[in-house]
């Protein structure tokens, strides 16, 4: 199948037209930037150029102490700049694997970061970040690294890398506050988004897939080198569950025993696991409308429902005409998209893997009765499909909270089912120690 540009090009610029004449400047200056997505390759090739001027950065200073478990980084071969590290302090109860200048420069190449004119200084909580390929490295908080090893909650939190699997339209900036949440508790931390212009321009093998085998073999090596350590897919929406399918695909592919090493799989605002064009469409249009789509707005109320299948009722509210003639023209779009001979196949294949072949690990299903974009209904479906398969499942109905909002709308209660979820069923020495 070749690039999407040029079908979705007319549908999302009469749609654009409609909601042009009707709304803000605001949201007018969001589709004039759609627009010019799919216009063509101008517009594409100054995208690209502003973000590798975007990724262009170096690092003049690494604070030692954060890098003292991180020697699966040798395997990864980056170029390095030439810079001068800091000798660490002799009194620092620093892991020998840190305290030598070429210990340092490999955990440097893990970060592949290019040259730039203006130095970045790289602190604690400061994230590693890998040009061309759309993930980021967060280490963990050095408050939360016991250096000592007499804390087994603390090593084995260490010896975990959380995947964070971004939304459709996600950026980096919006994984941030997971990513300090895990962080400030021990975890490592990848973020990974699909860029929109990936998604608009999706064909199979393309650049899309080409970042998920980039991050694949990074999460490969990192295994691979590092006994002992292990994984937590944390998902947002489809795009971030069916990601994290493509990702379980390329394992079995690769090295079956990597399934091995995912220990739990948070599943945020999803799943689906039907080619519905109404869910597309509705997905698509709250990432286009952002603010201004219906998707993003709650209802009154805020509780967690933790018995599946409670019925909730909600009066709705009526979207905007400028988005119903939006979702029209979107649904009719995917209606024909979705059975195109090898998107079908390849969502099929994708969906196949997480329905039967999931790892043996605990998973957490966070959804909402008031999502407009993931219906709760064939969330909790899927959730008595897998407690059936025989995988150990607890879910929430956060009732009230749009779709991939409930950390906003109630961080709490969010955060508790997190820490719950991870330190009882992820971590079980944690439990123990606790």
């Given at each position: 199948?070749?690039?999407?540009?040029?079908?979705?090009?007319?549908?999302l610029?009469?749609a654009a037209a409609?909601?042009?004449?009707?709304?803000?400047?605001?949201?007018?200056?969001?589709?004039?930037s759609?627009?010019?997505?799919?216009?063509?390759?101008?517009?594409?090739?100054s995208?690209?150029?502003?973000?590798?001027?975007?990724?262009?950065l170096?690092?003049?200073?690494?604070?030692?102490?954060?890098?003292?478990?991180?020697?699966?980084?040798s395997?990864?071969?980056?170029?390095?700049?030439?810079?001068?590290?800091?000798?660490?302090?002799?009194?620092?109860?620093?892991?020998p694997s840190?305290?030598?200048?070429?210990?340092l420069?490999s955990v440097?190449?893990?970060?592949?970061?290019?040259?730039?004119?203006?130095?970045?200084?790289?602190?604690?909580?400061?994230?590693?970040?890998?040009?061309?390929?759309?993930?980021?490295w967060?280490?963990p908080?050095?408050s939360a690294i016991?250096l000592?090893?007499?804390?087994?909650?603390?090593?084995?939190?260490?010896?975990?890398?959380?995947?964070?699997?971004g939304?459709?339209?996600?950026?980096?900036?919006?994984?941030?506050?997971?990513?300090?949440?895990?962080?400030?508790?021990?975890?490592?931390?990848?973020?990974?988004?699909?860029?929109?212009?990936?998604?608009?321009?999706?064909?199979?093998?393309?650049?899309?897939?080409?970042?998920?085998?980039?991050?694949?073999?990074?999460?490969?090596?990192?295994?691979?080198?590092?006994?002992?350590k292990?994984?937590?897919?944390?998902?947002?929406s489809?795009?971030?569950?069916?990601?994290?399918?493509?990702?379980?695909?390329?394992?079995q592919?690769?090295?079956s025993?990597?399934?091995?090493?995912?220990?739990?799989?948070?599943?945020?605002?999803?799943?689906?696991?039907?080619a519905?064009?109404?869910?597309?469409?509705?997905?698509?249009?709250a990432a286009?409308?952002?603010?201004?789509?219906?998707a993003t707005k709650?209802?009154?109320?805020?509780?967690?429902?933790?018995?599946?299948?409670t019925?909730?009722?909600?009066?709705?509210p009526?979207?905007?005409?400028?988005?119903?003639?939006?979702?029209?023209?979107?649904?009719?779009f995917?209606?024909?998209?979705?059975?195109?001979?090898k998107?079908?196949?390849?969502?099929?294949?994708?969906?196949?893997?997480?329905?039967?072949?999931?790892?043996?690990?605990?998973?957490?299903?966070?959804?909402?009765?008031?999502d407009?974009?993931?219906?709760?209904g064939?969330?909790?479906s899927?959730?008595?499909?897998?407690r059936?398969?025989?995988?150990?499942?607890?879910?929430?109905?956060?009732?009230?909270s749009?779709?991939?909002?409930?950390?906003?709308?109630?961080?709490?209660l969010y955060?508790?089912?997190?820490?719950?979820?991870?330190?009882?069923?992820?971590?079980?020495?944690?439990?123990?120690?606790?």
């Amino acid at each position: 199948m070749g690039s999407l540009s040029g079908i979705i090009q007319r549908p999302l610029v009469a749609a654009a037209a409609v909601i042009a004449a009707s709304v803000s400047a605001d949201v007018s200056e969001k589709f004039s930037s759609i627009r010019s997505l799919v216009r063509g390759s101008e517009s594409a090739a100054s995208v690209s150029a502003s973000v590798q001027d975007e990724r262009s950065l170096w690092v003049s200073q690494i604070s030692a102490s954060k890098l003292a478990d991180l020697s699966f980084v040798s395997r990864i071969r980056f170029p390095v700049p030439n810079v001068d590290f800091l000798a660490p302090n002799p009194s620092c109860n620093l892991a020998p694997s840190v305290t030598s200048l070429s210990a340092l420069r490999s955990v440097y190449q893990s970060a592949e970061l290019a040259k730039a004119s203006k130095p970045v200084t790289f602190t604690i909580g400061a994230s590693l970040v890998v040009p061309d390929v759309s993930y980021r490295w967060h280490l963990p908080e050095t408050s939360a690294i016991d250096l000592s090893g007499s804390s087994s909650c603390a090593s084995e939190k260490n010896r975990t890398v959380v995947v964070l699997l971004g939304w459709l339209g996600s950026k980096q900036k919006h994984l941030k506050k997971y990513a300090d949440w895990y962080t400030a508790r021990g975890y490592h931390v990848i973020t990974f988004t699909l860029p929109m212009n990936e998604i608009m321009s999706y064909q199979v093998g393309g650049k899309a897939e080409k970042n998920i085998d980039s991050l694949v073999n990074h999460l490969a090596d990192w295994l691979d080198e590092e006994q002992q350590k292990n994984l937590v897919f944390h998902t947002f929406s489809n795009t971030g569950w069916l990601t994290y399918g493509a990702i379980l695909e390329k394992f079995q592919k690769q090295d079956s025993s990597l399934m091995q090493r995912v220990k739990g799989c948070i599943v945020d605002s999803a799943p689906v696991a039907a080619a519905d064009p109404t869910v597309w469409a509705s997905g698509f249009s709250a990432a286009l409308l952002k603010k201004n789509s219906v998707a993003t707005k709650g209802s009154a109320s805020s509780s967690c429902e933790l018995n599946v299948g409670t019925q909730i009722n909600f009066s709705e509210p009526t979207p905007a005409a400028t988005e119903t003639a939006l979702l029209l023209v979107l649904e009719k779009f995917f209606a024909v998209i979705l059975n195109l001979p090898k998107v079908n196949r390849r969502l099929t294949n994708v969906v196949d893997t997480l329905s039967s072949e999931q790892p043996r690990c605990p998973q957490l299903y966070i959804y909402s009765s008031a999502d407009r974009v993931i219906p709760a209904g064939q969330v909790e479906s899927f959730i008595v499909e897998q407690r059936k398969a025989g995988h150990e499942v607890r879910a929430c109905n956060f009732i009230s909270s749009p779709h991939v909002d409930h950390f906003r709308s109630n961080p709490e209660l969010y955060t508790a089912e997190l820490n719950h979820f991870m330190e009882n069923s992820v971590l079980a020495c944690c439990n123990h120690s606790s």
